[in-house]
């Protein structure tokens, strides 16, 4: 599994050296030794295209070779196997190879030149894909530290979500799904939610030995009938198993109980890997985004204009399940499944633990958030605050932009209005009855935009009564009653008499080499802490008799005779 942010964080504070650009520069064909392998070489200078290598490229270190290497098979989505690794050669080929991709790539030291040059290469890959597995192995926490760095030294106020989309620039990668390091292959399936003051709240936790149909309909399942309630709005990938668990759900996560909807990240991804056009990508973003059906219809336009088969492709999603303009408000303006992203993090540290310590620190983290939370939004009221933090740093400014709005009263009884933006002369239609205005704003956020303002000013009404009462902060203070009780001694727990769950033996990970110890060694330890072993026969360390040399020597000269 790839690295989160911890991984690069820890990375960080180790302070991983950071390599000088890989490229050094190509050399002209006059000023270049003879080529080792001159059926290789081309008869003209070597020009780097489309980031390619090119046989007498110079690189400064041997481990400037290998960040070069990993960036090109990151950037291309492939991946290569080393099969030579020494202190002056470095020889590769795609593991692909003899499959149909004949990419190798060699590279040697000069030692007169005080640097490494390629010697062999066969052209770029044959087998590129559009975009990368979530498991790459060579998108290592190093490999994401050395790109990164240079972006915070540059501005050290430099946001994470903008760290995020440099990467997804660079490389078209993102970090999916929490896998258990632990002795088991496992997989921890969560869903989280967002409270009336933009804090991530966990939601519900399951364990179980992979993404599979069964696992995501058994959480599904118990999460319908144990956790959520109707009209619930539901925000996922398009994976195939949760796509088959909602099928067989019986109408459970289907509407009116439910509204099933897609991450447009994830959406933007799957049309990439489809058609390869990155040029258009922020295209079909922007057709999710839009808050109001004219604007959807001039994204769609659009990209229908670059190609029938771009919009025949996004036809295929229903448009309730990845626009904001049609999807009747159960995003509340949430496009991705980003907060369980952020879980992911929190949980990093739990992830290698057994499963019983695992739900144990989950328990207590989640006791020290709800307690925590929950004295925060107390402070809050008992501070004479009314609405959340979001209501009260997000209206004052369309408060202030509906003073340049005309309002034109088209029946005041049942509050229908027309609005005009001054100097533009955009108009809009506002219902405040069915909480409605053109814009999509009030719709998707349940927040008066400028329009109402302007409205609730013309006709002198209380704008706070459009205010939905998930920003109120009494409602915040809800979301966190309830409390948990101690564990205690487990001695003193009722008697289970449940089901026994048995490990599979055929899900325990497989480790390579001998595990090392890591605990720190006393005096108690005389059997490790013992002087090294002394041969018998030549009395050097590190070996014993039956492995001696000279044992060795003596027994071949006593075959001879």
């Not at 029946?411 to 933006?421: K, M």
Request: net charge positive.
């Amino acid at each position: 599994m790839a690295p989160n942010v911890v991984d690069v964080a820890n990375a960080l504070a180790n302070e991983v050296p950071f390599e000088e650009p890989s490229f050094m520069r190509v050399l002209d064909l006059d000023a270049m030794h003879v080529p080792e392998f001159p059926e290789y070489m081309s008869a003209e200078i070597p020009i780097v295209a489309d980031d390619e290598f090119v046989v007498g490229m110079e690189f400064s270190s041997r481990e400037a070779v290998i960040k070069a290497m990993k960036e090109y098979i990151i950037r291309r989505s492939v991946d290569y196997r080393v099969y030579e690794s020494e202190s002056l050669t470095f020889y590769a080929k795609c593991t692909q190879y003899g499959l149909g991709c004949d990419w190798l790539v060699k590279v040697s030291m000069i030692s007169r030149k005080h640097c490494w040059v390629i010697r062999r290469y066969n052209g770029s890959h044959t087998c590129t894909r559009a975009t990368i597995s979530q498991d790459h192995s060579k998108l290592d926490s190093v490999t994401i530290v050395e790109f990164i760095k240079p972006l915070v030294e540059a501005n050290p106020s430099l946001k994470v979500k903008s760290v995020i989309a440099e990467m997804q620039s660079k490389f078209n990668y993102t970090v999916d799904g929490t896998h258990l390091y632990g002795n088991y292959k496992a997989c921890l399936l969560v869903t989280v939610s967002q409270d009336g003051n933009n804090n991530i709240v966990p939601i519900a936790f399951a364990i179980v030995e992979g993404e599979t149909s069964d696992a995501w309909h058994f959480f599904l399942s118990n999460l319908r009938q144990h956790v959520t309630r109707d009209s619930v709005g539901q925000i996922s990938d398009r994976h195939e198993f949760i796509n088959a668990a909602v099928a067989r759900s019986n109408g459970a996560w289907s509407p009116p109980r439910a509204f099933h909807m897609f991450c447009i990240r994830h959406i933007e991804s799957n049309f990439l890997r489809k058609f390869k056009v990155p040029y258009l990508q922020k295209l079909v973003v922007n057709t999710g985004y839009s808050r109001m059906v004219r604007e959807y219809e001039v994204h769609y336009q659009r990209l229908q204009e670059r190609g029938e088969a771009y919009s025949n492709w996004l036809d295929r999603i229903s448009r309730e399940q990845f626009a904001l303009a049609f999807d009747g408000g159960y995003r509340w303006s949430h496009m991705t499944t980003n907060l369980v992203e952020c879980i992911n993090s929190v949980l990093k540290g739990a992830r290698n633990l057994p499963i019983t310590s695992l739900v144990k620190a989950t328990f207590y983290r989640l006791n020290e958030l709800f307690t925590r939370k929950r004295a925060e939004a107390e402070a809050r009221i008992n501070a004479g605050h009314v609405f959340s933090e979001v209501v009260t740093s997000k209206l004052p400014a369309n408060q202030l932009g509906s003073e340049n709005i005309q309002v034109s009263c088209f029946d005041r009884q049942n509050e229908v209005f027309e609005v005009r933006e001054m100097p533009s002369g955009l108009q809009y239609a506002v219902d405040l009855r069915q909480q409605r205005c053109d814009c999509g704003e009030f719709q998707v956020d349940r927040l008066p935009c400028r329009h109402i303002f302007a409205c609730c000013a013309n006709q002198r009404l209380d704008w706070q009564v459009y205010v939905h009462d998930v920003y109120k902060m009494d409602q915040v203070r809800r979301v966190y009653r309830a409390r948990f009780r101690p564990l205690g001694n487990p001695t003193t727990w009722p008697a289970y008499n449940g089901p026994r769950f048995v490990p599979n033996l055929f899900l325990r990970r497989v480790t390579k080499g001998r595990p090392r110890m890591t605990r720190f060694l006393n005096e108690m330890d005389t059997r490790i802490l013992r002087r090294p072993r002394r041969c018998r026969q030549c009395g050097a360390k590190r070996h014993s008799h039956s492995r001696c040399r000279q044992t060795a020597g003596a027994n071949a000269d006593r075959d001879a005779q």
